[in-house]
C-alpha cells in the first residue's frame, strides 16, 4: 500500500495521490498555468535508485512576507 503518489506529464500537470480520512485516498490534480504571480523555486533531491527526483516549490509574496504555498514533483534526472 503507498504511503503517498506523485506524477507528471512532464509538461505542467501533476497528479497527488494522498491518503485522507477514514482510509480513502484523495487524488488532487495540479496544473501551472497563467493566474496569480508567485515565485517558483526548482529544487532537486537525490533519490534512492532513481537518480535525481526534482519539484517546483511555488512561494507567493505579500505584505507579511513570503510562504510557501504548493510543491509539485516535476521529473527525474
Known amino acids: 500500500m503507498p504511503l503517498y503518489g506523485e506524477l507528471t506529464d512532464g ?3 501533476s497528479l497527488h495521490l494522498r ?3 477514514g482510509g480513502s485516498w484523495r487524488l488532487i490534480a495540479f496544473r501551472e498555468d497563467e493566474g496569480d504571480e508567485y515565485l517558483v523555486e526548482r ?3 537525490l533519490g ?3 537518480g535525481h527526483l526534482h519539484y517546483n516549490i511555488y512561494w507567493q509574496v ?3 512576507g513570503s510562504r510557501r ?3 509539485r514533483f ?3 534526472s
Do not use: L
Open 43 to 45: 529544487i532537486g533531491v
Open 74 to 76: 516535476v521529473g527525474f
Open 48 to 50: 534512492e535508485g532513481v
Open 62 to 64: 505579500d505584505e507579511h
Open 11 to 13: 509538461g505542467s500537470h
Open 19 to 21: 491518503p485522507s480520512e
Open 69 to 71: 504555498i504548493a510543491a
